[in-house]
C-alpha cells in the first residue's frame, strides 16, 4: 500500500513538471511535517487521558467507599413452629457469607468479608427455647454473627432485596441439615454470577475424634486435586480450574478447636488453590470420591503419653490411588488383591466411582469407599463379605433370630463348674447379672456350692461355653501384696533427728547414687568439722558409728529405730505386718478389753461388767496400677488409756485415715498426731514424809511434761509367685 502511495506522488510531480528527486525530497519534507504534528497530537492526547482517568478513579474511589457494604439493622420474628427469623439488613445487596456450625457449645456463625458494622449493641438477648442470644462482632473488615443455640437445628437462608433472612427451626424443609461446620454459597434472585466456577462450595467439619475436616465439592467431577504439605502450611491445586470470585475468601476456623486455623480459597495462574494453615504437629488423610474431594487434619499426640488419637482403629499398609470413573467391584478386587484375602462381592453392589486416595491405611481405605456408596463388610476369616449395609444388618438381624429359635429348642444340659481361684458366689452374681444383663438365658438357671465353691449351671450348650469362656479370663490368681508397718511413739526431738544422723563422705556412681560409704561426726579426726557433711549431724553422741548402708533398704530404717529405743527417746509400740491380695482389704488388730463397772438398768438396781476396748489397729486396702506401683487406702488407730476419776476408762484415741500411691517397696512416714504427758512424780523419806506440816521436808515433787509424736512407717511390696 505504501508503494503504490510514494507512485501516486511521482505521477503527480512530474504533472507539475518536477523531476523525480524533486518529488522524492517534498514526499520526505510531507512526512517529517506530519511526524512531528502526530507526536504533538499524541503528547496532547495522552496528557488529556491521563487526566481524565486520574478524575475518574478519583470519583470511582469515592463511588466505592460511598457504596462499600454496612450492616444497618438486625431484627427477630418469632415464627410458627417455634422457629426463629433473623433479618440482617444490609446498605446495599447483601455480601455471600461463609456459615459455620458447631456442635458444642451449638452455635451457628456467619461470616461477612468486608462488611463494616453500625450496629451500637453487640448482644441481642433472645431468651427462646431454640436460642440463648446472638452475637454480633467486628474484625478489621470482616462482620460475624454469632447465634447461640441450645441445640443444633436445620436453618434455611434468603435474598430478598437488601435483607439476609435466615430461618431457624424444625420447621424448615430446605434446610441445611448438616450437624457439622459447614461454609456454603448463597444465592440471591438476583446475584449475579460473574463466571462458571468449578468449585461449588467448600465446607469445613470438626470430627467426632477432633480432627479438621475439609470438604472441597466441585461442580465439574472430572477435576483431579494434587496436595502439596509445606511445614504448617497444606495445599491443594486444582490446576486449569476457575472459582467465582465471591468464593474467594478466607475462613477462619480457629473457634472449631481443631489443628486447622484458617483456610484461603483463591485463584492462581489458572488453578483453584486451597490452602489450610495448620497449628502444631499433624497427620493428614486426602481422598476425593465422585465430585467431593475431602482432607482430614488430625493431631499427633506426644509420643511421651503413648496415646494416638481416640477412635482412630486403622493401621494397615499405607497406600495411595486415583481412579477415574472406573467400576466399584473392580476397586474391590485390588483390594482383596493388595491385602491377599477372598472377596464375596453381592449382587446389589454396583456404579462406578472416582476416588483419589493419599498416603492412607488400606483398611481406612477400604471403608471410605464403602462408607462413600452406603455399603458394609462382614469378614469371616480370610473371607470378606461386601452388601449395602442395610442388607447386611437384615441378614444379621435374620441370624440372629434363627439362633434365639434354636436357642430356645435346644435341649438343656447341665454342667459342674469348679472355681479355683475366685470366690463362686461372686462368680454366679456375674452370670446372672441383674435386669437382663447375664449371660444366662432365659431358660437358664444357675447356683453354687459353697462348700466345693463349684457352680452348677442348666443353660443351653452355647451358653455353657460362654461361660466357661469368661471363667479362663477371670478365674485366675491375684497378686499379693506384703504390708509391713512401724508404729512409733517418739519425743518429737526424735522426729528432728530421724533420717539425718549421717554425713556425706563417699558416693560410687557405678553402684548407683544410693550407694553411701557414710560416719558420724565422733567417728573422725577433729579437722573434719561441721561445714564439711553434707547435712547438719543435729546433737553430737559420745559413742562413734560407721556403716555401709543402701537408702532404698529398710535396713537402715531398722538401725534408726533400734537407736531410738536404746536411746530412751521413744518406743516402737508395734511391728504388724500382713499380706493380702489385690484390692482386698487387710486388718491387724492388737490391744485389750479393760472391764468396767456400769449401773444396772431397771427397778433391780445393781452393776454389770462391761468392756471398753484399747487397740492398736491397722486397716489397709492396696491396689495393684498396671505400672507396677501400689495405691494403698490406710485406717490407723491407735488407743490408750489415760487416768480418769470415773467408773468409765477414758480412751486417748490417735487415728489416721489416708489413701497415698507409692513404688513398690517404697516407705513412706505419716506423722503428725502429738500427744502431750504431764507425769507428777513425789519423791519420800518413810514416815518422816507423811508427817504434817514437816513432812515436806523429806519429799520432793517432780513434774515432768513429755510431748510425744505418732509415726507411721508403711512398706508395700508386690509378692510375684506367678
Do not use: C
Not at 450437624?179 to 467448600?202: E, H, K, M, W, Y
Not at 488453590?273 to 467431593?292: L, R
Amino acid at each position: 500500500m505504501r508503494v503504490n502511495n510514494y507512485r501516486h506522488i511521482f505521477a503527480i510531480g512530474a504533472r507539475l513538471g518536477l523531476s523525480s528527486r524533486k518529488a522524492a525530497d517534498l514526499v520526505r519534507r510531507a512526512i517529517m511535517i506530519t511526524s512531528s504534528a502526530f507526536s504533538k497530537i499524541a503528547a496532547v492526547f495522552t496528557a488529556t487521558i491521563a487526566a481524565l482517568i486520574f478524575i475518574f478513579s478519583i470519583g470511582f474511589s469515592s463511588l466505592a467507599i460511598a457504596q462499600q457494604t454496612r450492616l444497618e439493622a438486625i431484627n427477630f420474628v418469632t415464627l410458627p413452629g417455634e422457629q426463629l427469623e433473623i433479618e440482617l439488613a444490609f446498605n446495599n445487596e447483601p455480601p455471600t457469607p461463609a456459615i459455620f456450625e458447631i456442635a458444642n457449645p451449638a452455635r451457628l456463625s456467619m461470616d461477612f468479608n468486608n462488611v463494616s458494622n453500625q450496629l451500637t449493641e453487640r448482644r441481642f438477648p433472645l431468651d427462646l427455647d431454640l436460642a440463648d442470644s446472638v452475637m454480633i462482632l467486628e474484625d478489621q473488615n470482616r462482620t460475624r454473627m454469632v447465634v447461640n443455640l441450645s441445640s443444633l437445628a436445620p436453618y434455611s437462608t434468603r435474598v430478598q432485596g437488601n435483607s439476609l433472612f435466615v430461618v431457624l427451626g424444625e420447621g424448615n424443609t430446605g434446610a441445611n441439615s448438616s450437624v457439622l461446620a459447614a461454609a456454603s454459597t448463597i444465592r440471591g434472585a438476583n446475584a449475579s454470577v460473574q463466571r462458571a466456577s468449578d468449585i461449588a462450595d467448600v465446607d469445613f467439619r470438626r470430627g467426632n475424634n477432633g480432627e479438621g475436616q475439609i470438604v472441597i465439592q466441585m461442580a465439574n467431577n472430572s477435576l483431579t486435586g494434587d496436595i502439596d504439605r509445606a511445614g504448617s502450611s497444606l495445599s491443594l491445586e486444582f490446576r486449569n480450574a476457575a472459582i467465582d470470585q465471591r468464593q474467594q475468601a478466607r475462613l477462619d476456623v480457629t473457634d472449631f478447636a481443631t489443628p486447622v486455623r484458617f483456610i484461603d480459597v483463591y485463584e492462581e495462574n489458572g488453578s483453584v488453590m486451597v490452602v489450610a494453615d495448620v497449628a502444631g504437629d499433624y497427620e493428614y488423610i486426602a481422598y476425593q470420591s465422585d465430585d467431593e474431594f475431602i482432607i482430614d487434619v488430625s493431631p499427633i499426640l506426644s509420643a511421651s503419653n503413648g496415646n494416638s488419637p481416640d477412635g482412630f482403629d486403622f493401621a494397615g499398609e499405607r497406600m495411595s490411588l486415583n481412579f477415574q470413573d472406573i467400576p466399584i467391584r473392580q476397586v474391590l478386587q485390588i483390594f482383596a488383591e493388595f491385602q491377599d484375602f477372598s472377596l464375596v462381592v453381592s449382587d446389589a453392589v454396583t456404579g462406578n466411582i472416582t476416588l483419589r486416595l493419599v498416603d492412607v491405611p488400606w483398611d481406612q481405605a477400604l471403608d471410605l469407599v464403602l462408607r462413600s456408596r452406603g455399603l458394609g463388610q462382614r469378614q469371616e476369616g480370610n473371607v470378606l463379605y461386601i452388601a449395602p449395609a442395610a442388607d447386611i444388618a437384615q441378614a444379621e438381624r435374620a441370624e440372629l433370630e434363627a439362633s434365639q429359635e434354636v436357642e430356645a429348642l435346644v435341649p438343656l444340659q447341665t454342667a459342674y463348674i469348679p472355681v479355683n481361684y475366685a470366690v463362686a458366689s461372686e462368680m454366679l452374681t456375674l452370670i446372672q447379672g441383674g435386669e437382663g444383663g447375664g449371660i444366662l438365658s432365659d431358660r437358664g438357671t444357675a447356683t453354687v456350692d459353697n462348700r466345693t465353691n463349684t457352680l452348677i449351671i442348666q443353660d443351653a450348650p452355647v451358653i455353657l461355653a460362654e461361660i466357661r469362656g469368661m471363667l479362663e479370663i477371670l478365674d485366675v490368681p491375684v497378686q499379693q501384696v506384703l504390708i509391713e508397718a512401724r508404729i512409733v511413739n517418739a519425743e518429737t526431738s526424735f522426729g528432728d533427728a530421724l533420717g539425718i544422723r549421717w554425713g556425706g563422705v563417699q558416693t560410687f556412681p557405678e553402684f548407683g547414687d544410693e550407694f553411701i560409704l557414710s560416719g558420724s561426726l565422733s567417728g573422725f579426726s577433729s579437722s573434719f568439722s561441721d561445714s564439711q557433711l553434707v547435712v547438719d549431724l543435729g546433737p553430737s553422741s559420745s559413742n562413734s558409728s560407721f556403716g555401709i548402708g543402701y537408702a532404698g533398704d529398710n535396713g537402715l530404717l531398722q538401725l534408726e529405730l533400734a537407736a531410738l529405743e536404746d536411746s530412751g527417746n521413744g518406743e516402737v509400740v508395734a511391728q504388724p505386718s500382713i499380706t493380702t491380695q489385690d484390692q482386698q482389704i487387710a486388718r491387724i488388730e492388737s490391744g485389750i478389753q479393760i472391764p468396767y463397772q456400769a449401773q444396772a438398768g431397771g427397778t433391780a438396781g445393781g452393776s454389770t461388767t462391761e468392756f471398753v476396748d484399747a487397740v492398736l489397729s491397722l486397716e489397709v486396702t492396696p491396689q495393684i496400677t498396671p505400672d507396677g506401683r501400689i495405691i494403698m487406702l490406710l485406717d490407723i488407730h491407735q488407743d490408750s488409756v489415760i487416768p480418769s476419776g470415773g467408773n468409765v476408762p477414758a480412751i486417748s484415741t490417735n487415728n489416721v485415715t489416708t489413701r497415698v500411691l507409692v513404688d513398690d517397696g517404697e516407705t513412706i512416714v505419716l506423722g503428725g498426731v502429738f500427744r502431750e504427758e504431764v507425769t507428777t512424780t513425789v519423791s519420800k523419806t518413810m514416815f518422816f514424809g507423811d508427817l504434817p506440816y514437816f513432812g515436806g521436808l523429806f519429799r520432793r515433787t517432780a513434774n515432768t511434761e513429755t510431748k510425744t509424736e505418732l509415726l507411721i512407717f508403711i512398706t508395700p511390696s508386690i509378692i510375684n509367685d506367678f
